[in-house]
């Protein structure tokens, strides 16, 4: 019951961790890389009252597949495993009441999925535990076995390659339906696939992890809602238009939606869109990061832009932008907001619901949050993923 009201929100976070509790969270570095290296899983772990006596990490390491396919069915695009091992770590301490850590490596070679757990245990024999996670390391699968009547072939084939993925077991088996599934994807003038996945690095662990300004407070509190993939090449973005062929288009199909990541200096730019919309994010701009979740806004959460020279238009639950005020007013007292703030957005002829304060589909600054009606739909978007069905 308080995962479900932690997940409507309805519970202040503070509540989360009992006295007494450790806290413990996960991470592997890099998040992904196609060559070979060596992976490290790093558990921290507090608990100032009674201290931290043990940390254990449990680790499955095996080969990514497609999934086995029944006769004249596909291959997956959502990876499966075989041959795993398990590999661990434990790490002991004499009920030290600061943050402690304890790290596992793992050498990544082709085609490696690695998931793993941490459970801290406190002086107190108090244990608790970070949620599963998936990831996927070394040269991805590039062909998979078809099942014809009469005979077996193999065709070039790829899946998608897991950055986060929230599996609750080791088994993989869990379903995707209460998750956002976030695709990124390297542009055509990615100078290789390692660039993407150098600069894919950084804005990752900002947007969830490390970040502390608030345009990220709401992906930092609610990463667990998210799983974050790469995809193959083949895609091209420039302006507003976007292409996907090979492999990327294949792929994305399994995404809610799709970032195409690029160093060309153009205008980002995304589809509104709730479940298999795409856009596109400049990698080596001072605010990265803002801009992706700008982008998302569009393509993942049906938001539509707010100022004037953007795009005016949403399909949000509810709507974030009108094409008359009489809509924004209406949308406003159904969601407890003062209708005098129904602006016009410029003289574009639609409207939105602006109480002055900076908000991410307005305001290009890193002290922007999602507000007022955007920030209604985003609130609508979480209770749908609590239900079970994000899409
Ligand atoms: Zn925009």
């Known amino acids: 019951m308080l995962r479900q009201l932690l997940l409507l929100g309805l519970v202040p976070p503070l509540l989360a961790g009992c006295a007494g509790t ?32 043990e940390i254990r990490i449990n680790a499955v390491v095996g080969e990514l597949t497609a999934c086995p396919t029944g006769v004249f ?13 398990s590999v661990g770590a434990v790490c002991n301490f004499a009920n030290v009441k600061t943050e402690v850590s304890c790290s596992l490596p793992i050498a990544i070679t082709p085609r490696r999925l690695v998931t793993y757990s941490a459970t801290a245990r406190s002086g107190r024999n108090i244990t608790s535990s970070a949620p599963a996670i998936t990831y996927a390391g070394g040269a991805p699968l590039t062909q998979a076995t078809v099942r014809l009547p009469f005979a077996t072939i193999t065709q070039p084939w790829e ?50 992890y490390t ?44 995404f809610d939606g799709t970032q195409i990541l690029h160093r060309n200096d153009f ?14 994010v400049q990698t080596n701009l001072g605010d990265a990061t803002w801009v992706m979740l700008h982008e998302a806004g569009h393509f993942l959460f049906g938001l539509g832009d707010e100022y004037d020279g ?13 094409p008359t005020k009489a809509a924004c ?27 002055g304060l900076a908000t991410t589909m307005e305001d290009r600054t890193l002290t922007s949050d999602w507000r007022t009606l955007a920030g209604r739909a985003m609130s609508t978007r979480i209770s749908r993923c609590a239900s079970g069905a994000c899409y």
């Open 22 to 53: 450790p806290v413990v969270k996960a991470l592997h570095n890099p998040l992904y890389r196609a060559e070979n290296h060596t992976s490290t899983i790093t558990v921290r772990a507090t608990e100032p009252r009674d201290g931290i006596a």
């Open 267 to 280: 205008r980002d730019c995304a589809s509104i869109s709730l479940g298999g919309g795409s856009g596109t």
């Open 159 to 208: 899946t998608a390659r897991p950055i986060i993925w929230r599996t609750d077991t080791p088994s993989l088996a869990t379903d995707r339906g209460d998750k956002i599934d976030w695709g990124l994807v390297p542009d055509a003038d990615m100078p290789t696939y390692r660039a993407f996945t150098d600069d894919l690095q950084p804005m990752v662990l900002a947007l969830f």
């Open 211 to 254: 970040d502390t300004n608030s345009f990220s407070q709401w992906t930092r509190f609610w990463r667990g809602l998210f799983n974050v993939w790469a995809g193959p090449a083949g895609a091209d973005g420039e302006g507003c238009s976007r292409s996907f062929g090979g492999a990327a288009s294949t792929v994305s199909a399994v």
């Open 310 to 322: 953007g795009g005016n238009a949403s399909i949000s639950t509810p709507k974030n932008v009108f």
């Open 329 to 355: 007013e209406s949308a406003s007292t159904s969601n407890s907001l003062p209708i005098a703030q129904c602006q016009q957005i410029g003289s574009t002829g639609t409207w939105r619901n602006d109480d």
């Open 73 to 85: 069915s596909f291959p997956s695009l959502i990876p499966c495993r075989t041959s795993a091992m």
